[in-house]
């Protein structure tokens, strides 16, 4: 009985230590896991880290290209032409900018002034059209005002005569509308005829280049030929910035020119209406 009974204490002892290995492998493989996890994570930290370190000078590089690619551009385009290329751009810009704010301000509601204007006229009130016309702003009150006054005297108040003041008003104030426009044509052409004379500059530097050097070679030619394009390319973009703005200015122009020929036609439909026109 007793030798039974050790044996089954020693069965249980062996049982438990062997139970006691195995918690303690386990645990043991558990911390070992817990331990490359932190490993892994702490390595996938660093090689995202050092990518971002990476990245960062690259993102700040392109940032910087972006406002610093034309000063450089500049700069190597030779700053000799680059400067007359870029006065061409501010000078013609100026007149364009005038010309602009100029016919924006010249232009009304034509049809409204001229429906005012032939009430006015129907009434007999025609120094109160003229006072309409002289507080009103644009080509069309300028040709109206000219028209009424004729209207308004006893001398030139025949058909004929406010026909021809008109006409008269009408070359003038079309004259004001174009003023300054040849600047800008001259700045359109100017802008690139400035680009290829650097071009032409810039291959006589390449080939004085290759005369010294006594070797064509790309890293010789390279210099001239730089300078040549650069120039060429900034010219030709100023003209198409200029361009775009003389577009617009003509169409401008073109737009008030028929709203001046429409009032004209209405301002002698109204004068040939009024007691006052002799016929």
């Given at each position: 009985?007793?030798?039974?009974?050790?044996?089954?204490?020693l069965?249980?002892?062996?049982s438990?230590?062997?139970?006691?290995?195995?918690?303690?492998q386990?645990?043991?493989?558990?911390?070992?896991?817990?331990?490359?996890?932190?490993v892994?994570?702490?390595?996938?930290?660093?090689?995202?880290?050092?990518?971002?370190?990476?990245?960062?000078?690259?993102v700040?590089e392109?940032?910087?290209?972006?406002h610093?690619?034309?000063?450089?551009?500049?700069?190597?385009?030779?700053?000799?032409?680059?400067?007359?290329?870029?006065?061409?751009?501010?000078?013609?810009?100026?007149?364009?900018?005038?010309?602009?704010?100029?016919?924006?301000?010249?232009?009304?509601?034509?049809?409204?002034?001229?429906?005012?204007?032939?009430?006015?006229?129907?009434?007999?009130?025609?120094e109160?059209?003229?006072?309409?016309?002289?507080?009103?702003?644009?080509p069309v009150?300028?040709?109206?005002?000219?028209?009424l006054?004729?209207?308004?005297?006893?001398?030139?108040?025949?058909?004929?005569?406010?026909?021809?003041?008109?006409?008269?008003?009408?070359?003038?104030?079309?004259?004001?509308?174009e003023?300054?426009?040849?600047?800008?044509?001259?700045?359109?052409?100017?802008?690139?005829?400035l680009?290829?004379?650097?071009?032409?500059?810039?291959?006589?530097?390449?080939?004085?280049?290759?005369?010294?050097?006594?070797?064509i070679?790309?890293?010789?030619?390279?210099?001239?030929?730089?300078?040549?394009?650069?120039?060429?390319?900034?010219?030709?973009?100023?003209?198409?910035?200029?361009?775009?703005?003389?577009?617009f200015?003509?169409?401008?122009?073109?737009?008030?020119?028929?709203n001046?020929?429409?009032a004209?036609?209405?301002?002698?439909?109204?004068?040939?209406?009024?007691?006052?026109?002799?016929?």
């Amino acid at each position: 009985m007793k030798k039974l009974f050790a044996i089954v204490a020693l069965v249980a002892a062996c049982s438990f230590a062997a139970t006691s290995n195995v918690m303690a492998q386990e645990e043991a493989e558990e911390a070992v896991e817990q331990v490359a996890e932190a490993v892994d994570t702490a390595a996938v930290d660093t090689a995202a880290a050092e990518a971002v370190e990476e990245v960062a000078p690259v993102v700040e590089e392109e940032s910087e290209s972006l406002h610093k690619v034309l000063k450089t551009k500049f700069i190597e385009g030779d700053a000799g032409f680059m400067s007359l290329v870029a006065l061409a751009l501010v000078l013609g810009l100026a007149f364009c900018i005038e010309r602009v704010i100029y016919l924006t301000l010249a232009q009304v509601n034509t049809r409204k002034f001229m429906g005012e204007l032939a009430d006015l006229v129907a009434q007999d009130k025609v120094e109160d059209a003229i006072e309409l016309c002289d507080n009103t702003r644009g080509p069309v009150a300028r040709v109206s005002r000219k028209a009424l006054i004729c209207l308004n005297s006893k001398e030139q108040n025949d058909i004929a005569t406010i026909e021809r003041a008109i006409n008269t008003e009408a070359e003038i104030q079309g004259s004001y509308l174009e003023e300054h426009c040849s600047w800008i044509t001259f700045f359109i052409a100017s802008a690139p005829s400035l680009g290829f004379l650097g071009t032409v500059i810039g291959m006589v530097m390449a080939f004085d280049t290759i005369e010294k050097a006594g070797d064509i070679s790309p890293t010789v030619v390279a210099g001239g030929m730089k300078v040549a394009l650069i120039t060429t390319i900034f010219g030709i973009i100023v003209a198409l910035i200029l361009q775009l703005f003389y577009n617009f200015i003509l169409g401008s122009i073109e737009g008030l020119t028929a709203n001046m020929e429409e009032a004209a036609q209405e301002l002698l439909t109204m004068c040939v209406k009024s007691p006052k026109c002799q016929k």
